[in-house]
């Protein structure tokens, strides 16, 4: 049984790795995999040179490393670069690296299982060479090639099923000490070989001069791919401050004293008299590694390269779906992907419909592809645009928060992100131009993702993240925005309990409270003497400030003058780009004034907030709150920031309360309740009363619930100029409840 996860409860995820286990995620993904699949078409590219492009992608990846390092230390969460453009970037943003993200680590795996494949089907071709008859059901065409290949897919998601890092790491040491072997034995061939022979062996060094060079770096830059894994599931590390960006050093350490050593000895001393390593790779661009070295070990390095290829992909296939289905997890958890994707097995806390999807979405991947370069190109393209992404993710976070707050940091600040990041992009750019159709792919992939999102996911999405930015009031900072709550003063006696909710909705430290004094000019306005109007603005203005300053609070204030009150609020929210509105309602039976205030909101492009403070009402004395639902209306966002402002603040008794026909059925009773919990979910992250009552009179119901409630919050419809957005029934709720009453009304 699965059970759904809320937002919350994302760091609720059992911290099982420290820094051998995480250093293995990073190993598992990174070492022998994209070596052995990638070997040949770098060779056949650059020849011998093949060892300086894994060198430079190695510095490149370092260089990344820091800010992936600096960013995971600072959000251990699971998710990798989604998580951190959720953090720093907009909504959409963050989706579309997300979106990436996940297809990246998809790829890559199927990179993998196309590798393991390839390997393991000549292998298993070869040892069974004594008994022709079995040795001819191995099916060596590409169709049966395919099969295995989603067949590795599959076992390893049922593995990742029943245990969240998919079983023991033995795959991942053991390949480690299989290549040490391997390479131990070349450098012992090596003592043998003469300078000279050395030397004709690795000429020509290039094959195709700089172009060959740079074509195998962006062919293979996935080699180095693995260590952002760490990133994807560090909910899951212990210590993460500490423990991540060691974990993400030392696997790239790992692989690039694997990589360099083995390149080397195999184009030294893996190739026959008059032979070189680009020739060798022609002839065998899927297993050249194996051929060169049982060209110097025998048979017996034949099969350590093909133990050791099989063992590399299976724990990089491994890897590459755990970081892909964490990334769908988290997303799924903010509403970026379907909510059925965010949900845990009970018992073993894995994700199971992220982790089916993405390893159906990688079976169909594999059919589509085929082949291990075209995999490996896009695979390549993709992860070299998110590096790019991340490195300018951390630029804004350290600006946005300072470096004395961050648990890690990059040294040489902003220049290593900045050369790593245009090195990274400069290289998805010729990418894109030497294999359009990694380009292409990736294109498509994103044209498909925007349209998802802007007509399924974005709604929700913003819900999610209004309530979690109210509740975290640290995303504003992340992102650079300090929100404006333009509360206009009029009458001092409700002065203190306006700014009071003023304040409970605006982020600590980091938004702003304006109150607004108008003054209305009177005709004789020039005759030298100060209107009443302007002594009357003084003293309201000097009361809101008294109240505010003696509740701890710090507004702004701001008197303006103008023949009318309205279109100057209009006005000054235009200008100040204030994102809240906040206005008070004294007389509900006044019709000019809800006249007016229709009007308003009509025509302003904030958040519209109508508080009406019964008298003797303070909002330090709320505990309960009633939220009726009439269905899915436009101030779903608005709603998901008030209350999230109002958790925020201690008050934990939210009664969600929806009223259906009274003959209504079973069935939709049920439904009703459902949505409820789902909204709650999104809007709130947290347990709240859910009721569903059957009537033909909603407003009754909910005046009798009112009763007991010490905060009743209703939405309005925003509608085109000169409509009604007070109907009846708010007209009616209004006039007979008691407690505070807070109406809200989202951008038009």
């Known amino acids: 049984m699965e059970q759904p996860v809320s937002p919350d409860q994302k760091s609720s995820q059992k911290s099982s790795m420290g820094l051998i286990g995480a250093t293995g995620v990073g190993v598992g993904a990174i070492v022998g995999g994209g070596v052995l699949a990638l070997a040949g078409v770098a060779f056949k590219t650059t020849g011998p040179s093949a060892m300086l492009a894994f060198l430079l992608n190695g510095l490149l990846a370092v260089v990344t490393a820091f800010s992936y390092a600096e960013m995971s230390a600072a959000f251990p969460e699971s998710g990798g670069t989604y998580i951190f453009s959720k953090k720093i970037l907009s909504v959409p943003a963050a989706f579309m690296v997300g979106w990436v993200a996940w297809f990246a680590s998809i790829i890559a795996g199927v990179l993998y299982a196309l590798g393991f494949a390839s390997y393991a089907v000549p292998a298993v071709a070869k040892a069974l060479s004594f008994a022709p008859s079995l040795q001819a059901m191995v099916p060596t ?42 390479i131990l034995s070349g450098i012992w061939v090596l003592k043998g070989h003469s300078t000279t022979n050395l030397s004709d062996n690795l000429s020509p060094f290039f094959e195709n001069g700089a172009v060959g060079l740079f074509q195998a770096m962006g062919y293979t830059f996935i080699a180095l791919q693995g260590f952002d894994i760490i990133a994807a599931v560090a909910g899951e590390v212990k210590s ?87 990334v769908a997890m988290t997303m799924a958890r903010d509403r970026a992907l379907p909510r059925v994707l965010g949900r845990t097995n009970k018992i073993r806390g894995t994700p199971v419909s992220a982790i089916i999807l993405t390893a159906a979405m990688g079976a169909a991947v594999i059919f589509i592809f085929g082949n291990v370069a075209a995999a490996g190109a896009a695979a390549s393209l993709i992860f070299l645009v998110l590096f790019a992404l991340t490195q300018w993710t951390s630029i804004l976070a350290r600006l946005r928060v300072g470096a004395e707050s961050l648990p890690f940091r990059t040294p040489w600040f902003p220049g290593l992100q900045i050369v790593g990041s245009f090195a990274c992009i400069a290289l998805a750019v010729y990418q894109g131009i030497q294999v359009p159709l990694a380009g292409l792919i990736v294109m498509i992939w994103l ?121 100057e609020i209009i006005r000054v929210a235009g200008i100040h780009r204030c994102e809240s509105l906040m206005l008070g309602l004294s007389d509900i039976d006044r019709p000019d004034a809800l006249k007016s205030l229709e009007n308003l909101m009509s025509q302003v492009d904030s958040h519209v907030i109508v508080l009406r403070a019964p008298d003797g009402w303070n909002f330090s004395s709320v505990k309960k709150v009633l939220v009726p639902f009439g269905g899915r209306g436009q101030h779903d966002q608005l709603r998901a920031r008030l209350l999230g402002s109002l958790y925020r603040h201690g008050i934990r008794q939210i009664h969600f309360l929806q009223v259906l026909p009274q003959n209504s059925s079973a069935k939709a009773i049920f439904k009703a309740k459902k949505w409820l919990a789902e909204m709650a ?66 951008k038009g």
């Open 141 to 182: 065409s590409k169709e049966g090639i395919t099969l295995l290949a989603v067949t590795a897919i599959a076992v390893y998601s049922v593995a990742l099923i029943r245990k969240s890092t998919g079983g023991g790491q033995w795959a991942t040491w053991g390949k480690v000490v299989v290549f040490g072997v391997i």
């Open 240 to 326: 993460p401050e500490k423990n991540i960006p060691r974990a993400m050093f030392l696997s790239l350490g790992i692989a690039l004293a694997i990589y360099l050593p083995l390149l080397f000895v195999i184009s030294a001393v893996g190739v026959g008299k008059g032979q070189n390593i680009a020739g060798l790779s022609l002839e065998n661009p899927d297993t050249v590694v194996a051929v060169a070295v049982q060209n110097y070990m025998g048979p017996f390095g034949y099969w350590l390269v093909m133990i050791a290829a099989i063992l590399a992909m299976l724990s990089a296939l491994q890897a590459n779906l755990l970081a892909a289905s964490r």
């Open 447 to 567: 044209g498909a993702g925007g349209i998802l999102y802007l007509f399924i996911f974005a709604r929700r999405a913003h819900i999610v993240d209004a309530s979690a930015a109210a509740r975290d009031p640290q995303l504003f900072l992340l992102r650079g925005r300090s929100p404006l709550v333009l509360v206009p003063i009029a009458n001092p006696d409700n002065a203190d309990v306006m700014v009071q909710v003023a304040n409970a909705l605006t982020p600590p430290k980091i938004g702003r409270v304006l109150l607004l004094s108008i003054v209305t000019s009177p005709e004789n306005w020039h005759s030298g003497n100060p209107p009443r109007q302007l002594m009357d603005s003084q003293a309201v203005i000097k009361s809101a400030l008294t109240a505010s300053f003696a509740s701890g609070l710090a507004p702004e204030a701001l008197t303006t003058i103008a023949p009318q009150p309205w279109p």
């Open 681 to 746: 979910k999104d809007e709130l992250a947290a347990d709240v009363q859910i009721e569903v009552i059957c009537s033909d009179n909603g407003a009754e119901r909910i005046i009798e619930r009112a009763a007991d409630a010490d905060l009743l919050i209703l939405g309005l419809q925003r509608f085109a100029r000169n409509q009604k957005l007070f109907g009846e029934t708010v007209l009616q709720i209004a006039r007979q409840t008691d407690c505070g009453l807070i109406l809200i009304n989202n």
